[in-house]
């Protein structure tokens, strides 16, 4: 198995910056990949940002250029960078590790809470 536990999240004014941290633990040669979602109130989760075991990654739309995603694997860490932060990024952060082979499996962390002021 894999856990996450997410830590870093606060209160911000809009344009400051905030720095997400992961720590993995577990089974870690299992994980293909590393990936931060968020979830606003009243809405479905969706995915931020992913770094593939590979090294590649993928943010999404509303992101790209803002935040950064990134692995510090002598820590067994994945952080995500956030800068020029908007309201609109106000959400519930988690991260989210997929690990196995034949079969991915999903281990979620409890999430922090990013609010971002106006």
């Known amino acids: 198995q894999v856990h996450v536990v997410e830590s870093g999240g606060g209160l911000v004014q809009a344009g400051g910056s905030l720095r997400l941290s992961c720590a993995v633990s577990g089974s870690i040669f299992r994980i293909v990949a590393m990936g931060w979602y968020r979830q606003a109130p009243g809405k479905q989760r969706e995915l931020v940002a992913v770094i593939s075991s590979g090294g590649s990654t993928n943010y999404a739309d509303s992101v790209k250029g803002r935040f950064t995603i990134s692995r510090d694997n002598a820590k067994n860490t994945v952080l995500l960078q956030m800068n020029s932060l908007k309201p609109e990024d106000t959400a519930v952060y988690y991260c989210?590790?997929?690990?196995?082979?034949?079969?991915?499996?999903?281990?979620w962390g409890q999430g922090t809470q990013v609010t971002v002021s106006s």
């Open positions: 989210n590790a997929e690990y196995g082979s034949v079969v991915i499996l999903h281990s």
